[in-house]
């Protein structure tokens, strides 16, 4: 572990160690930020949003919705694969309420030439679904899509279900909100720079944490979940993904965060490799749940290398953080890549 990832690791287990109510989303975001801002211009993958283009001939996945309780909206579908794109961003928003308001993703639509229809954020252990924002969201045409980090908190106690009650109200609140959600609980697990990750915790535990997460919401009926199981591209300090594998029937999607740090960047080199270990594990559609273009690293070419990758190997998309050097606003070059290939995308609308 070199100074920064300890550097991290202290950080993290400090804001672990304070009463939820005084552990900020923002607070955590910024020390994740800083931290992989320097480890991605050293080479390493991180952080981000959504922009997806979706191959014809890959299958809707998902469960069956339930019929909901009299007086509940009935529970959509699951996001689902389609014929056409999703578009979506990843946007910072203040304090305890990480979700943004629709001012920064209506920024990112005009530069990017499209409107989204993803939009994500960060959630701490204990906080409960932002309905507010996920109802804001639809209303625009947007999925949610949520990553909840088990941050301060034990696997083994989410496994054995000491926090069930935690659990059944958001489940709940996904189910009442009835339209579709994408959730991922804590991701980038095989990298060590979380506290639940790689070195740092079993990962036989976190498998039993995500099954028994999973199977709350699915006994709840919250089958308008799709669940996101997102690994960090391999790289200086990650492990083997196979050890943290749920199970196929456990997850909906694959999520691969990685990022493009130097002009000699090519998707070959940031996401192949983790793009073959994922398919050993089963035949799940896989999407760049973070990704980005750095502004030092050609986003003119990069960014046309990234899209053309995703389209050589048949993947969902990518998720785009629109945030500090990945930011394509003010970037001429970068939104003139992004209009470029986003200009024939046919959007899905949840």
């Known amino acids: 572990m070199n100074h920064m990832d300890r550097h991290l690791r202290d950080l993290l287990d400090a804001a672990a160690g304070e009463p939820p109510h005084q552990v900020t989303v923002e607070a955590v975001r910024r020390r994740v930020t800083r931290h992989r801002a320097r480890r991605y211009l050293a080479g390493v993958a991180a952080v981000a949003v959504i922009a997806v283009i979706i191959p014809a001939g890959i299958k809707t996945l998902g469960h069956t919705p339930r ?5 509940q909206r009935p529970a959509a ?10 578009l979506g961003v990843f946007e910072n928003g203040p304090g305890r309420r990480p979700p943004p308001g629709y001012g920064p993703i209506e920024e990112f639509a005009k530069a990017a030439g499209q409107q989204p229809n993803l939009a994500g954020y960060y959630s701490l252990w204990e906080q409960p679904f932002a309905l507010s924002f996920a109802d804001s969201m639809y209303r625009h045409g947007i999925v949610p ?6 941050v301060g908190v034990s696997l083994s106690a989410i496994a054995s279900g000491s926090y069930d009650g935690y659990l059944r109200a958001y489940a709940e609140a996904v189910r009442a909100y009835g339209h579709p959600v994408v959730i991922g609980l804590g991701p980038e697990m095989n990298a060590n720079w979380w506290s639940y ?3 740092q915790a079993r990962a036989a535990t976190f498998v039993a944490a995500w099954r028994h997460v999973v199977t709350v919401f699915r006994v709840a009926g919250a089958d308008n979940a799709t669940w996101l199981w997102t690994v960090a591209a391999d790289g200086a300090g990650t492990g083997p993904i196979s050890a943290w594998w749920p199970g196929a029937t456990y997850v909906t999607w694959v999520g691969i965060e990685g990022f493009y740090t130097r002009p000699s960047d090519t998707f070959n080199s940031v996401f192949v490799p983790t793009v073959d270990q994922v398919r050993t594990l089963a035949a799940k559609p896989i999407l760049l749940s973070q990704t980005g273009v750095a502004r030092n690293a050609n986003p ?3 960014i046309r290398n990234l899209f053309d990758g995703i389209a050589r ?3 969902l998309g990518l998720v785009w953080l629109d945030s500090d050097q990945w930011r394509i606003e003010g970037s001429p070059s970068a939104e003139r890549a992004f209009q470029a290939e986003v200009s024939g995308l046919r959007t899905v609308r949840p």
Request: glycine share 16%.
């Open 77 to 86: 579908a699951p996001v689902g694969p389609a014929v056409g794109a999703y």
């Open 197 to 199: 990750g790689y070195t």
């Open 67 to 71: 019929p909901s309780a009299a007086g």
């Open 300 to 302: 003119g070419t990069n």
């Open 313 to 315: 190997y048949h993947l």
């Open 145 to 150: 899509l949520v990553q909840i980090l088990p």
